[in-house]
């Protein structure tokens, strides 16, 4: 069994090495296989296959038996992969917990401040081309409060949206319930729809950092040169504007 170069990739950037990863393979191909023979079909010397098996082990990609000699076996990927996320997440939280005890006390007695990229956009045209800019960019995630002014907008980002569909990237769009059905069926193709009463603004979250609030009329109202937006590459800011969108969420009707 050949893994192809991009899934082993993504094995490596969570923390598989090349010998796990040969030794995992190996073991999906084979099924239970002993130690020396794991060794043999693996191309991982001998004097190296009880370390990656025990690594492996612990990270939650194999399992073993009381038999002897003892065999191995692989486990779900799905196993692996909710295992090591669990590590990671855990590994991150006490190194940050760590990290900001000894150096926000430095940051603040420095009495340096913040100094994020905050922009004030006017009018519907560079609105919408900002907006675009950023459904463009994204690589994780991407949630949307969409008036029932800004189908056009919309329509003009379908195809940046069923490219970042394409590539993973998760997609909620919070719809006016006043917005017309052919619009609705486009966009939920591409991304899990909410319908919201009474929804009025709007704006976007692009990967928890980046945000547009719309501040001004709706977009593509009457005096839509009157359009005011902000525009911030703020995590801050982001994340009270993700929380915004959530509660939102809540007492809305999923399409």
């Known amino acids: 069994m050949s893994i192809s170069d991009k899934t082993r990739k993504s094995l490596e950037k969570i923390g598989l090495t090349s010998y796990e990863i040969r030794t995992f393979s190996a073991l999906l191909k ?28 612990e990270k939650g990609w194999i399992g ?8 191995y076996f692989a486990k779900s990927p799905s196993t692996g992969l909710e295992t090591t996320k669990q590590k990671m997440e855990t590994d ?23 100094r994020p990229d905050i922009w004030v956009l006017s009018g519907a045209i560079n609105i919408a081309a900002k907006i675009l800019e950023m459904v463009d960019t994204c690589r994780n995630e991407v949630m949307i409060a969409l008036p029932e002014a800004g189908v056009d907008l919309v329509k003009q980002a379908l195809p940046k949206l069923r490219s970042l569909h394409d590539k993973g990237v998760q997609i909620t769009i919070l719809a006016s319930d006043k917005m017309d059905k052919e619009s609705i069926k486009a966009i939920k193709r591409v991304a899990k729809v909410i319908i919201k009463k009474g929804l009025f603004g709007g704006g976007i979250i692009s990967d928890k950092r980046y945000v547009v609030i719309l501040l001004g009329p709706e977009l593509g109202g009457v005096n839509s040169s009157e359009v005011v937006a902000i525009w911030a590459d703020h995590a801050g800011l982001a994340g009270f504007a993700r929380q915004y969108f959530e509660y939102l969420l809540k007492d809305s009707k999923k399409v």
């Open 64 to 71: 073993s038996d009381d038999a002897r000699p003892t065999k």
């Open 92 to 114: 991150f939280s006490q190194n940050q917990n760590i990290i900001l005890n000894e150096l926000v006390p430095l940051y603040e007695k420095s009495g340096t401040s913040e």
């Open 30 to 57: 084979s099924g239970e296989l002993t130690a020396s023979d794991l060794s043999q079909k693996s191309g991982v010397p001998y004097s190296k296959i009880y370390e990656v098996l025990g690594t492996l082990e």
